[in-house]
C-alpha cells in the first residue's frame, strides 16, 4: 500500500531537518501557499504531547533508515549543517513523528494529521515506520504535483497512526514487564546479598561501577585459584574462599538498592586495591553452593543444555549407534562357523566403536554389553588362532660356533615351516621366526593375549629348548632390547589406559623351580639357597592354582614391574650360587597376577582376575654319559629337568587328546600351570633352536616336543566372569 521512500538527496534532506523544529500552530511551514498544489504539514499544537510542546525535541535525521542513495552515505553530527531554505514552489513538507519506545518521548500522533496530505505522505510514512529512533523528517520530492490527498488516502494514514499506536502500546506493556522483572531480580539480589555478606572481604564486599550508564553488580565466584588473582589484584588469597567476581548487568536502582554505599567502590579501585589475607571460610566449595542456593531459595529456571551439552548429546548418540551397528554386523558375522577373518574384523570394528562411546563419555554400564560381545569375539579369535600357539625361533650361529666352522643345519622354508637340513625332518608351526628377525617380529602375535589377559582368561608364555639356544633372550631380552615380558607389561598397561574407569591393580611374583623345590626370587634365601616357610602349592575351588607364601609386588606401571622382574632376576643368581646350581636346570616362572573391577550391564561391580606367567624353561638335552657319572649334582638336575619336561609333555597330550585324565599332579611345574593349561587359558609357546649342526639332534628332540604340544584342541568360550572350571583329574 505505501511505496518505497523516494529517493531523497541527503544533503538536502539534511538540510531541511536541521532548520525544522515542531513548529507552533499558524507557524508559516503550516499551511501551505493556497493554490500553489505544493502543500507543507507541520504537526498541529494540539496533537504533540505537552512534553513535546514545552520543549521541542529537536529533529534528528537517523539516515540508515534511508535507502543510500550515494556510495560514502554522511551521518548527521551535532555540528549544525548549513541551513538550507525551503522552497515552497518546489517542495512539500511533511512531519512524521514516530513514537520511539525507547526514548518514551511522545505518542503517536498520526491519526490526527490533517486530511489534505500529498501523495509523499505515503512514501513518508513508509520510511518513518522503519525508523528505530525518536523523529524523522520526510520532504517530498521537488516536482510531485500531487497537492492533496483524497480521503481515501487519509484512511489510510489513520490506519498506519494507528498501527503505530498499538506497537507502541506493545512497547509499553514490554517495559512494564522489564520493570516487573528487575523488581524481582532486585529481590533475589537482596536476598543472594544477604546470605553472602558473611563470606565477603571486608575490602571487596561488591564490585560496583559506580558512575557508568550500565552498572554492574557483582556476584562472588567461589575458590578461583591463587594465580588468577595474583595475576588480577597482586595478591593471594591463603584460604579465601569468596573472591572474584561475575558481572551481571541490572538496572541501576537495584544495585543501589542492594549495596550498602559503604561497600560501595569503583572498579579500579577494587582490582587496584591490596586486599590482603581474607577471613578462612571453613567450607567446601560444594557446601558454599549448596547453602547459598537452598538459603536463598532463588526461582530459576529449568536449565537449558548448552550448545556444549548439545554437541556432548550428538557425539554420544552417534556414537550408540555406531557401537549398535557394529554388534549388529559383528554378530551376523560370526553366526554358523566363521572363518579367522570374519571374526577378527567383527572384534575390531566392535573394539574402534567401543573406544569411540568411551572417548564420547558413554557410561560403562552402558557398554558393558558390547563390552562382553567384544570379549567374547576377542577369545573366539584367540581359540581359532590356536588356543596353545607353538612358535619356533632359529638364532644365529654364536662366535663359538663359527669359530669351530660349525654349520647351520637348520633352513626356514617359509613363515610356518623348518625343514632339518641334515635329516630331511619337517616342522610345522603357527610361525617361524628366522635368525634376522627382531624381538619385536616376534612380539607381535603374542601382544594380543594382554587382552586376553585383561578379559580375564590367564595366559602362559613358554620359552623352551636347548641350552644356549636363545631361550632367555627372547623371553627376557637384553639390556639394549626388551624381550617377550617387557614388551607384555607396556601392552598390559596400555590396555589399562584404554578403560578410564576401570580399577585394575597388577602385581608382579617370580620364582624358580630347581630339582622340585619352589623358590621365591622375591624373598630372602638362606646360605642353602632355602626359605622358610617354603613355597606350597594348593588349588583352590575355584580351580585357580594359589601358590602359599610367595611375595606378590603390586606395580603401577610397566617399568615398576620390570623392576619387580629384575630383582628377582639378580636374586636368581645369588640362589645359584648358594645352591650350586645351574642356570639352564631351572625353571624360572614370573607371574603378572591381574585383578580388575568392571562395571556391570546393572551398574554393579564384577571382579575379572587372570595371570600372565612367563615361564623360562630349563635346557632340555640330556648330559653325556661321562659327564653324569662324573657330577652327582649335575645328574640330579637333569633328571628333574626331564622328569618336569616330560610331564609338561604328558599334560599338553592329554589335553590334545581330550583324556579325562589329565596328569596335571605328576610334577611341581604341571601342578604350578594347572590353571594355565586346557580350560579357557591361551599358551603361547616358543621353542628356541640353535642352528648349529653340533647340536641338532637335541634340537630335534626339543622340536618333536613342540610339535606335540601344538595339537592342544579349543575348549568352548565361557563368560571371563564366570568362576573357571578345574580341569578334570581324577
Ligand atoms: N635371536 C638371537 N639373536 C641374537 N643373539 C641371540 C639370539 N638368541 C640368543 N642369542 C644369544 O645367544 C646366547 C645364549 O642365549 P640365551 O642365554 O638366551 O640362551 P638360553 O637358552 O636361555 O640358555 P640357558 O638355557 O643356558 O639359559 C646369548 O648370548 C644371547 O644373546
Redesign the pocket.
Known amino acids: 500500500m505505501f511505496g518505497p521512500p523516494s529517493p531523497l538527496s541527503k544533503s538536502r534532506l539534511r538540510g531541511s531537518l536541521q532548520s525544522r523544529r515542531l513548529s507552533p500552530r499558524g507557524s508559516p511551514r503550516h499551511r501551505s501557499p493556497a493554490g500553489e498544489g505544493k502543500v507543507s504539514f507541520g504537526l498541529p499544537n494540539e496533537v504533540v504531547s505537552p512534553r513535546f510542546r514545552s520543549k521541542p525535541a529537536p529533529i534528528k535525521l537517523e539516515e540508515e533508515a534511508f535507502p543510500p542513495e550515494s556510495s560514502s552515505p554522511k551521518r548527521a553530527t551535532s555540528q549544525t549543517p548549513p541551513a538550507k531554505e525551503w522552497n515552497p514552489e518546489t517542495e512539500a513538507r511533511v512531519q512524521v513523528l514516530c513514537a520511539s519506545p525507547a526514548s518514551g518521548a511522545a505518542t503517536p500522533s498520526f491519526a490526527v494529521l490533517p486530511p489534505h496530505l500529498p501523495d509523499g505522505v505515503y512514501r513518508s510514512i513508509s520510511v518513518a515506520s522503519t525508523v528505530q529512533s525518536s523523529e524523522s523528517v520526510i520532504v517530498k520530492e521537488p516536482g510531485d504535483d500531487s497537492s492533496l490527498v483524497s480521503a481515501a488516502h487519509a484512511a489510510a494514514l489513520a490506519a498506519a497512526a494507528e498501527a503505530m499506536r498499538q506497537e507502541a502500546a506493545k512497547a509499553s506493556t514490554a517495559r512494564q514487564q522489564l520493570e516487573d522483572q528487575s523488581r524481582r531480580l532486585e529481590a533475589q539480589l537482596a536476598a543472594t546479598s544477604q546470605i553472602l555478606q558473611p563470606l565477603l572481604s571486608p575490602h571487596v564486599q561488591q564490585v560496583i561501577h559506580t558512575n557508568q550508564p550500565s552498572k554492574h553488580f557483582a556476584v562472588p565466584r567461589i575458590n578461583p585459584p591463587a594465580q588468577v588473582l595474583r595475576a588480577a589484584h597482586g595478591y593471594a588469597a591463603p584460604k579465601a574462599s569468596v573472591r572474584m567476581v561475575h558481572r551481571v548487568s541490572v538496572p541501576p536502582r537495584v544495585v543501589n538498592q542492594v549495596v550498602s554505599p559503604k561497600h560501595v567502590i569503583s572498579l579500579p579501585e577494587a582490582e587496584q586495591a591490596n586486599c590482603g589475607p581474607q577471613e578462612d571460610v571453613d567450607m567446601t566449595r560444594d557446601q558454599q553452593m549448596t547453602s547459598t542456593s537452598s538459603s536463598v531459595g532463588v526461582q530459576t529456571s529449568p536449565a537449558q543444555p548448552t550448545r556444549e551439552a548439545l554437541a556432548e548429546q550428538e557425539v554420544q548418540d552417534l556414537a550408540r549407534k555406531q557401537i549398535q551397528e557394529a554388534t549388529d554386523i559383528a554378530s551376523r558375522d560370526v553366526q554358523g562357523t566363521p572363518s579367522l577373518k570374519e571374526v577378527k574384523e567383527g572384534r575390531d570394528l566392535l573394539r574402534q566403536a567401543i573406544a569411540k562411546g568411551r572417548a564420547a563419555g558413554l557410561p560403562e554400564e552402558e557398554l558393558a554389553r558390547s563390552e562382553q560381545h567384544r570379549r567374547r569375539l576377542h577369545n573366539l579369535y584367540q581359540d581359532l588362532k590356536g588356543q596353545l600357539r607353538v612358535y619356533c ?1 632359529v ?2 650361529l ?1 662366535a663359538k660356533e663359527k669359530r669351530i666352522g660349525d654349520k647351520e643345519a637348520m633352513r626356514v622354508v617359509d613363515g610356518t615351516t623348518l625343514e632339518v637340513r641334515s635329516t630331511g625332518d619337517i616342522f610345522e608351526f603357527d610361525g617361524i621366526f628366522g ?1 634376522s628377525e627382531s624381538q619385536a617380529d616376534v612380539f607381535e602375535d603374542c601382544s594380543d593375549l594382554a587382552q586376553s589377559a585383561m578379559d580375564g582368561q590367564s595366559v602362559t608364555v613358554f620359552c623352551y ?1 636347548i ?8 623371553m627376557y631380552g ?1 639390556p639394549e632390547e626388551d624381550g617377550l615380558a617387557q614388551r607384555m607389561f607396556g601392552e598390559l598397561f596400555a590396555q589399562v589406559d584404554t578403560i578410564p574407569q576401570a580399577n585394575v591393580t597388577i602385581m608382579g611374583s617370580m620364582m624358580e623351580l630347581y630339582n622340585n623345590y619352589l623358590v621365591d626370587l622375591l624373598r630372602p634365601i638362606d646360605w642353602q639357597g632355602r626359605q622358610n616357610p617354603p613355597l606350597s602349592l594348593k588349588l583352590d575351588k575355584s580351580g585357580t592354582v594359589q601358590v602359599e607364601g610367595l611375595a606378590r609386588e603390586p606395580a603401577k606401571d610397566p617399568e615398576e614391574l620390570k623392576a619387580v622382574f629384575q630383582r628377582g632376576l639378580e636374586q636368581r643368581s645369588v640362589a645359584e650360587n648358594a645352591m650350586n646350581a645351574e ?2 636346570r631351572s625353571h624360572v616362572i614370573f607371574t603378572v597376577f591381574l585383578t580388575q573391577d568392571v562395571i556391570s550391564q546393572q551398574g554393579g561391580v564384577e571382579r575379572i582376575t587372570s595371570k600372565l606367567h612367563f615361564c ?1 624353561l ?2 632340555c638335552e640330556r648330559l653325556k654319559k661321562t659327564e653324569v657319572e662324573q657330577d652327582r649334582d649335575r645328574r640330579l638336575e637333569a633328571i628333574e629337568i626331564n622328569k618336569s619336561l616330560s610331564a609338561l609333555g604328558d599334560v599338553i597330550e592329554a589335553i590334545a587328546k581330550k583324556r579325562k585324565y589329565i596328569p596335571y599332579r605328576n610334577h611341581k611345574l604341571t601342578q604350578l600351570l594347572q590353571d594355565a593349561l586346557g580350560g579357557n587359558a591361551k599358551a603361547l609357546m616358543y621353542v ?1 633352536c640353535s642352528p648349529a649342526q653340533s647340536s641338532i639332534k637335541e634340537t630335534v628332540t626339543a622340536l618333536k616336543l613342540a610339535n606335540r604340544a601344538k595339537r592342544i584342541v579349543n575348549q568352548p568360550w565361557e563368560s571371563p566372569t564366570s568362576p573357571r572350571r578345574p580341569a578334570p583329574e581324577r
Not at 641350552?467 to 627372547?474: E, M, P, S
Open positions: 625361533r638364532r644365529p654364536n635368525s629348548g641350552t644356549g639356544a636363545g631361550k632367555t633372550y627372547t637384553t642356570s639352564s623360562d630349563g635346557g628356541n
